[in-house]
């Protein structure tokens, strides 16, 4: 090995140990969580949300066609979290955690949301408000796993609509929205 390449080794593991430090927390940003964007190939940030276009989306293995089907979601509206890029192919998280690639031509950015799955076949109904308050008049009872689409957010409460219905859901009982994160679509 070359002087130059040790000394390069050993300069690369030093700024590495540089870098990993961690810095000291600092009252405000200690409170709140640091969420640090990456952009990917197609420039947009990951992960994000987004919805299936078709009724008939098909996730593989692999991204391309030449990879086996996995899974056959039926719902278009359906939201997806986009986890990794690959060319045209977009690797997909669904609210089971389940994951898999997917055309990008079968993704919308079109904003929809699942009411808390995490509560699916358990006997509970969500109110669904008229306005972003606690106390707020309820328009409807939702059951978990209903699927809407996203108006807006505002970091704490999401506007939505859900079977003919508009009103506001607590942003933390939906899964298609981050916490904080504030939409307008």
């Not at 600092?26 to 009724?55: C, D, H, I, Y």
């Not at 606690?134 to 704490?156: L, R």
């Amino acid at each position: 090995m070359s002087g130059f390449a040790s000394l390069h080794l050993i300069l690369s593991a030093t700024m590495l140990g540089l870098l990993t430090l961690t810095p000291v927390a600092t009252a405000q940003n200690a409170a709140a969580p640091v969420q640090t964007v990456t952009l990917g190939p197609s420039g947009l940030p990951l992960p994000r949300f987004v919805s299936l276009k078709s009724a008939r989306v098909n996730s593989r293995v692999g991204p391309g066609v030449n990879y086996s089907v996995d899974w056959m979601y039926t719902k278009a509206g359906l939201p997806m979290e986009i986890v990794q890029e690959y060319d045209t192919w977009r690797r997909v998280r669904d609210a089971d955690g389940s994951e898999g690639w997917v055309s990008q031509a079968l993704l919308s950015g079109k904003r929809t949301a699942i009411i808390a799955p995490w509560q699916r076949g358990k006997d509970v109904r969500i109110n669904l408000v008229r306005n972003a308050a606690k106390d707020a008049s309820v328009v409807a009872m939702i059951e978990p796993g209903a699927i809407g689409s996203i108006k807006s957010c505002d970091g704490q409460w999401c506007e939505m609509s859900l079977s003919g219905h508009t009103g506001w859901i607590s942003q933390s009982l939906v899964w298609g929205a981050y916490p904080g994160e504030k939409i307008n679509e």
